[in-house]
């Protein structure tokens, strides 16, 4: 069971330089997530998508931008990385609104670091 | 703004103790609580969860309890063993929205 798949697990990036960091879920959940974690400072959420073709900020957005390219896929792409963007991120998904069931399935992050 | 946060960032707890991992949310309309734990490298894995409509929720050697009058919430591990041994993240919800809020996580070491 793969669950939520991210790539790459690691990256390092030049001030300016762009990324896509790509998700996919093979559970067929509607929602999808794209969350930061920096030291001491828990997990923010930068965007999310609640259904295919929809996107919202959520607390972080600034610097990202995001793409629900189909129902499995949520993509986050950074189009001018700045150091202040060193974090690792995490993808998730759940089965329906995040209201509605708490259950926020993980991948396992994707380390990112910009020098 | 409002959000969710928590009272300790490390607990030491003895093998075999009960843990008890405290979080304070400020928002009073929000509906949904959760907690996650996080292993180191992985992502997190959810837990329980508990609605604004109830008091207590037990699971498997876990059980959370909601005070709405203080917006308390907390994590209860009963016989806590190496393996509980995680930053533990609270969360809150809301029934309408799609997002969900972490708080900054509590780190729980387990003395031998």
């Known amino acids: 069971n793969a669950g939520v798949t991210q790539t790459p697990k690691f990256q390092v990036l030049k001030t300016g330089q762009s990324m896509t960091l790509q998700c996919a879920q093979d559970?067929?959940?509607?929602?999808m997530y794209w969350y930061r974690q920096d030291p001491g400072m828990g997990l923010r959420l930068i965007y999310y998508?609640?259904?295919?073709?929809?996107?919202d900020k959520g607390e972080v957005p600034n610097g990202y931008n995001v793409s629900r390219l189909n129902k499995r896929e949520f993509s986050l792409r950074l189009e001018s990385a700045a150091p202040s963007q060193t974090s690792v991120y995490f993808c998730?998904?759940?089965?329906?609104?995040?209201?509605?069931?708490?259950?926020?399935?993980f991948g396992e992050g994707s380390r990112l670091t910009v020098l | 703004g409002e959000s969710v946060g928590l009272h300790l960032p490390t607990l030491s707890v003895q093998e075999g103790d009960n843990s008890i991992i405290n979080c304070a949310y400020s928002?009073?309309?929000?509906?949904?609580f959760i907690w996650y734990k996080q292993e180191s490298g992985k992502g997190p894995q959810f837990i329980i969860d508990?609605?604004?409509?109830?008091d207590k929720r037990q699971g498997q050697r876990v059980t959370v309890l909601l005070n709405k009058t203080v917006k308390h919430l907390s994590l209860q591990i009963a016989a806590t063993q190496p393996g509980d041994s995680a930053v533990y993240f609270c969360?809150?919800?809301?029934?309408?929205?799609?997002?969900?809020?972490f708080g900054k996580g509590t780190r729980l070491h387990i003395l031998p």
């Open positions: 998508s609640a259904s295919e073709g929809t996107t």
């Open positions: 969360a809150e919800a809301h029934e309408i929205e799609d997002k969900i809020i």
């Open positions: 928002n009073s309309a929000s509906d949904y």
């Open positions: 508990i609605r604004s409509n109830m």
């Open positions: 559970m067929n959940h509607n929602s």
């Open positions: 998730a998904s759940s089965e329906g609104k995040g209201g509605s069931t708490g259950e926020l399935f």
